[in-house]
């Protein structure tokens, strides 16, 4: 029978493992990958070899052998050895040496394999068997060891392996690598790994199911060795296992206990973003059903005590049932998911079918409403993060227009969502690279005419988005917690600025606006401190305007308010921003150390309209002046605004009549008109 390896690789990294020198050659006798240590014996590099004809080897380094061996080698299937032959090197030395040939086919070419096995590294070979030998017998004592031929059949196993894998050596021994593993796709992927790792003369190590003779399943931690033998000239590999089956099944407990929810059976939300995380990656189209009991806290209430936990069984169990052979998650005390390849109509189905079987506590059917949302992957959302967000927004939605539906939302809104995903994405990169840009609108004394202070404002056109405009940014940035990012670096580029115009002889104030958000932190106060610190700006130059939600939080939040009093006593004035659109409460004007208040556009833009909107305003004016504090308006766009405003006693206009948003540039020049 042949012996040619035809699953045998071979390369330069391979001869340069090997003990000896070694070459490969192709039938016609011309060298085609050669060694490091054959290029220290013969004194030829690999480059003057692979440049001469066919004759070369034979003629000058085997011209010992006589024709017929050198063709007979050539030509033979079968591996040859030759002891004790003479060799010759560029200086036309001669070596006495053995030599082996092994023929393999490496992509459809019949290759052979020259080893040059010197007596002096023979006995250093054999010293290192030696030693190999007491390492091998001191990992027999330890760990499971099997040895396999170039093949991949089993020559030999300790008694730690024949122990665990039930396997008698009459039985195991000839069997082949793959028969020890599971029949399954996964298996098939590691071991096919593993055996290529081998073959490119690689060491491979990792976690690994196995199979006892009887197909019980056991894990180890294997190291698969490739080795020469050098008593059979031949290729072997060393498989090293412990066995970890107690610690994976200990795992496997935790995971269970990690990722089940325990009442219900089914998976929970981190087991949840697992399965659907793959599922994306297999590129598996499904939809996201997301069911909610709607009122589920008053249900308990109005039932007796055992109600909690028969109603979510039962609930699961029509769920379960309706919806057999599809993968389901409980996500919190009442709400659920179900991911399945089934139509819109039939999730739908879903309440007539609950209506149909109802649950019931002391003979009384218990009137069940539910808030579902149906998302599509990969048509409507890509990542689980968004099914999840898109999810809550339809249950939202739902729940708005009265609950007890299942819905899906329009492609507008699926639009509008992966949109805001985008921004949060893109923002936190933004944010990184510092491609955010700062522009500040004036406000005028209208007594003096002249500019007094700016309001520094967020501005951000991405290469992606194109310009993302503050009123969608601003509450995106809200909600991610990305506001404080923004916050701070706003706040470092009003300092920077401010100080600018200060050593340039302009006494320009500049107002940046914070968000609760920000103030929620107990250490903002010194974070403003500090950047005025780092960047010598005066904190005189700065005014915080926050907006009246803001302040009804800060007044019910005496740590908000302490930190507002700190930052005043250093010199930071707080403009009452938007005023007359937020809450009727009054109160915390008087609590707050609010200098200034800046009556909202919405007034000012119907100011020429409206003989209410010019009572309201002149009284909100009247009130700002009541309390001593400087009253701005905001919005104003034309002569005839600005006129009535002075009438009532306005101290500053700001809007477009003065002059959009521009660069530092810019309100350096309006200061100089």
Known sequence: MSQIHKSFSIDEHYLNSLPFPAFVINQDGQASIWGKNAEQLFGFSATDIKGHTTSFIHENLLRQLSLETFKSILQSEDSTYLDKIQVYTSANEEITTALLAKPFIEQGEHLILIMLMLPELMINSVSNSRTFTDLKHGLDSTFMTVTLDQDGFILECNAEFLKTSQWTPKRVIGKTFWQLFPDNDVSEKITNNIWRNLNNCNTWQGEVEKVTKTGQSYWVLLTAIPTFNLETNEQQFILIEKDITKSKTIQHQLEKIAYIDTETGLMNAHRLEKVIASMIEEDRHFSFVYLSIDKFYTLKELHDQQINQSLIIEFTNRIKMYFQDSAMARINENDFVVITPLSEWFIQGFLSYLQQH???????????????????????????????????????????????????????????????????????????????????????????????????????????????????????AE?????????????????????????????????????????????????????????????????????????????????????????????????????????????????????TLKIDQTFTNSLLKSEKTQKLMHGMVQLGKSMELKVVAEGVETAEQADLLMTYGCDAIQGYYISKPVTPEEIETLLVK
Request: charged share 25%.
């Open 358 to 476: 109802p649950i019931y506590s002391s003979n009384i059917a218990v009137p069940i409403s539910i808030s579902g949302g149906i998302t599509r992957f990969p048509e409507d959302q890509t990542t689980f993060s968004q099914l999840m967000k898109a999810s809550i927004a339809t249950i939202t939605s739902v729940r708005e227009a009265g609950g007890d539906k299942i819905v899906s939302l329009s492609k507008a809104t699926h639009k509008a969502l992966n949109r805001k995903a985008l921004i949060e994405k893109r923002l936190l990169q933004a944010l990184d690279q510092k491609n955010l840009k700062v522009l500040y609108q004036p406000q005028v004394d209208v007594y003096t005419g002249k500019i007094t202070v700016v309001e520094a404002l967020v501005r951000w056109e991405d290469e992606v988005m194109g310009v993302v405009s503050p009123d969608e940014l601003i509450p995106i």
């Open 479 to 595: 909600e991610t917690g990305l506001i404080n990012n923004i916050g701070s670096f706003m706040l470092e580029r009003a300092c920077e600025q401010a100080l600018i115009w200060k050593k340039a002889g302009l006494h320009l104030k500049v107002a940046i606006n914070s968000s609760v958000r920000e103030f929620r932190d107990k250490n903002m106060a010194k974070s403003v401190l500090d950047m005025l610190a780092k960047t010598g700006c005066p904190a005189s130059l700065i005014q915080i305007e926050i907006t009246e939600k803001f302040a009804l939080e800060a007044e019910a939040a005496t740590f908000i308010t302490q930190q507002m009093r700190k930052l005043e006593n250093e010199g930071i004035v707080f403009v009452l921003d938007d005023f007359g659109t937020g809450y009727g409460s009054f109160r915390y004007m008087q609590i707050l150390p609010i200098d």
